[in-house]
């Protein structure tokens, strides 16, 4: 029974190794049946990301139980303690769904949705916060949607 088990394990690390030898080894037999390929590149398609309407984007932040504008308003009073385990996680997920929106953003709001994003960002850097301008860009971004025809629920 052993020796059969021993035949069998050299067999399959035998097989194992001819399975792992490179085509360009001399020792590989198959060097000579395999045939030459040619490997082009070509250049890979320009990506550019799809920007929605600004009432889009305004719909992706002001509605859902889980709005940017529910977590921003939620999470901004954590921004003082943003060592705080509970704290961190919240504003890493506030910073990461502002993110998301401003994704796909037109490029008109990426100004207010950067200075919303700001001091989340800050907080997760580990730089120093500064919520000063953080009200004055929720305005603003308000006032583009409304200008944009954005139908706010009332």
Same mark, same amino acid.
């Given at each position: 029974m052993?020796?059969?088990l021993a035949a069998t394990a050299a067999l399959s690390c035998a097989l194992l190794l001819a399975s792992c030898a490179s085509p360009t080894d001399p020792a590989s037999d198959d060097t000579a049946t395999t045939p030459a390929t040619e490997t082009?590149?070509?250049a890979a398609p320009e990506v550019t990301p799809t920007v929605v309407a600004v009432t889009t984007t305004c719909n992706t932040f002001y509605s859902g139980e889980y709005s940017a504008e529910r977590l921003v308003t &939620? !999470?901004?009073?954590?921004?003082?303690?943003? %060592?705080?385990e509970t704290a961190a996680a919240a504003i890493y997920t506030t910073r990461e769904r502002l993110a998301a929106v401003q994704n796909f953003a037109d490029p008109e709001l990426q100004q207010n949705l950067?200075?919303?994003?700001?001091?989340?960002?800050?907080?997760?850097?580990? &730089? !120093?916060?500064?919520?000063?301008?953080?009200? %004055?860009?929720?305005?603003?971004?308000?006032?583009?949607?409304?200008?944009?025809?954005?139908?706010?629920a009332s």
């Amino acid at each position: 029974m052993r020796k059969l088990l021993a035949a069998t394990a050299a067999l399959s690390c035998a097989l194992l190794l001819a399975s792992c030898a490179s085509p360009t080894d001399p020792a590989s037999d198959d060097t000579a049946t395999t045939p030459a390929t040619e490997t082009t590149t070509e250049a890979a398609p320009e990506v550019t990301p799809t920007v929605v309407a600004v009432t889009t984007t305004c719909n992706t932040f002001y509605s859902g139980e889980y709005s940017a504008e529910r977590l921003v308003t &939620e !999470t901004t009073p954590l921004l003082a303690t943003p %060592d705080d385990e509970t704290a961190a996680a919240a504003i890493y997920t506030t910073r990461e769904r502002l993110a998301a929106v401003q994704n796909f953003a037109d490029p008109e709001l990426q100004q207010n949705l950067n200075g919303i994003k700001a001091p989340f960002e800050a907080a997760v850097q580990g &730089e !120093t916060i500064n919520t000063s301008t953080l009200q %004055d860009s929720l305005d603003a971004f308000r006032a583009q949607c409304v200008e944009a025809g954005y139908a706010f629920a009332s």
